[in-house]
């Protein structure tokens, strides 16, 4: 008898969803309750530092579909990749060889408050909104781009296999390669860490992300 032939383990994976869509929709409406002043203050401060909406979106990879995504805006406006290719050529090459990532101190991009917002990992904070309406989980794979994850199949062949299983899965605010090393993980590693964590999901597992969620975000890593 296989482990998924268990009644026990079927029973487990019928409750998980509707557990961890309940934990979602509880733990969003809970933190932004709590953090509401905070994220006032934010809103101003971007407001009257940078023209600009105060909310970034652009459009993510869900659960095979494309929705959405919010953020609070740490960058300047207009199409920053131009603005970087156009005047900065070393750092847009840097940005392209380094899988599309540069780090916020040296991103000419990112405003002041942007900064900011970024290392204490506050522009994240809108996506709770994401998560009321369905679109995201607390924890999850990455919400990636689709013309980026097209890019990372081309040019990483052996990542195809977990790209699939990521677009099977929501994707979440935190997730098992950020309380792991966050960005300086290389794509291929992201992507087996999210592909492992869907196939092996668990209540047990999503509640230590949660928990080691807020030492990863004011770590120097």
Not at 35 to 56: D, E, N, V
Not at 67 to 86: A, E, Q, T, W
Not at 148 to 172: D, F, H, Q, V, W
Request: hydrophobic share 40%; with cysteine; proline share 6%.
């Amino acid at each position: 008898m296989t482990r998924k032939s268990l009644p026990f383990y079927s029973l487990r994976v019928k409750l998980f969803e509707p557990i961890k869509r309940g934990i979602d929709i509880f733990s969003s409406l809970f933190l932004l309750i709590i953090f509401s002043p905070i994220l006032i203050i934010i809103a101003i401060l971007i407001k009257i530092t940078s023209p600009g909406p105060i909310i970034f979106k652009q459009l993510r990879v869900g659960k095979n579909c494309l929705f959405y995504m919010y953020k609070f805006r740490s960058m300047r406006i207009g199409d920053n990749d131009k603005f970087l290719k156009d005047n900065y050529p070393k750092l847009w090459k840097k940005y392209k060889a380094n899988d599309w990532k540069l780090s916020t101190k040296e991103d000419p991009r990112v405003t002041l408050i942007g900064k900011f917002i970024r290392s204490t990992s506050i522009d994240e904070m809108p996506q709770f909104l994401n998560v009321l309406k369905g679109e995201m989980s607390l924890v999850g794979p990455r919400a990636y781009r689709d013309e980026e994850l097209k890019e990372y199949a081309n040019k990483y062949p052996n990542t195809r296999k977990y790209i699939k299983i990521i677009r099977s899965a929501k994707p979440g605010i935190t997730g098992p390669w950020q309380v792991s090393g966050r960005n300086e993980l290389s794509f291929e590693k992201r992507a087996r860490l999210d592909a492992k964590y869907i196939i092996n999901r668990s209540l047990a597992e999503e509640l230590l992300i949660i928990f080691k969620t807020p030492l990863a975000m004011i770590s120097p890593w």
